[in-house]
């Protein structure tokens, strides 16, 4: 069974402050997606990341994608109030398994 | 907003009834995708549709069923409704059948059992 770990499960930190959050797997994934869910709403895109060591940036966000393809980190620089949510990651599975396989995700709090 | 249609947005029922959700996907989009949230058990994938017919099955009860209608809307019917069915029953849709490309959510349908 596919499974996608993302650390820490809650995250409280103050206006300004860096964090980054994580996405791990023993299995390999053709793709990997990552969401922002805001209270009362339905998960939105960030990004998506396809190839092993592939880095992407979004303004102050920073996805990277594992060499393996097993994993996959979001870094924030700068956090504002605005970026609290949850974070969701969701890898489609490689080779003949093309499940979508989602996360429990990171609950991220930015204090002002 | 993400064009992803859900009625009803709040819903309140007692265990042992039955409830409809409905979903109208965004335009053009082919694939509907139902998924129940809780806060233990994340976002479970419970069934998707493929332009009106069943594409693939995930943790769905058998008091769960669904279906994709000829106009492309969906609707998600619950059955003999139990406490721990209490969550939001999001709704997305994405134009092909594959599990490539973004999701787009609705805004969810929140199942409160007494």
């Known amino acids: 069974t596919q499974l996608l770990e993302q650390s820490p499960q809650f995250l409280s930190i103050q206006e300004g402050e860096n964090l980054t959050v994580y996405c791990n797997s023993s299995?390999?994934?053709?793709?990997l997606q990552w969401y922002r869910q805001e209270p009362g709403e339905g998960p939105v895109l960030l990004v998506t990341?396809?190839?092993g060591g592939e880095v992407k940036k979004l303004k102050r966000l920073t996805f990277q994608f594992g060499d393996a393809r097993k994993d996959s980190s979001l870094h924030i620089t700068a956090a504002q109030p605005g970026d609290t949510g949850l974070y969701l990651c969701?890898?489609?599975?490689?080779?003949?398994?093309?499940?979508?396989?989602w996360g429990l995700g990171t609950s991220l709090a930015v204090n002002p | 907003d993400s064009g992803v249609t859900q009625t009803p947005k709040h819903l309140i029922t007692a265990t042992g009834q039955r409830v409809t959700l409905r979903c109208s996907p965004r335009?053009?989009?082919?694939?509907v995708y139902w998924y129940q949230q809780s806060l233990d058990q994340g976002l479970q994938f419970l069934i998707q549709?493929?332009?009106?017919?069943?594409?693939a099955k995930g943790n769905i009860l058998e008091r769960f069923s669904a279906q994709q209608f000829p106009d492309l809307h969906s609707e998600l019917n619950l059955s003999s409704l139990e406490l721990g069915d209490s969550a939001l029953y999001f709704c997305?849709?994405?134009?092909?059948?594959?599990?490539?490309?973004?999701?787009?959510f609705g805004e969810g349908s929140r199942l409160t059992v007494l």
């Open positions: 997305a849709s994405r134009s092909g059948r594959r599990n490539t490309g973004e999701l787009f």
């Open positions: 335009s053009g989009d082919l694939s």
């Open positions: 549709y493929y332009n009106g017919e069943e594409r």
């Open positions: 299995s390999v994934f053709s793709s």
């Open positions: 990341v396809v190839t």
């Open positions: 969701a890898g489609v599975g490689a080779g003949n398994n093309r499940k979508l396989i």
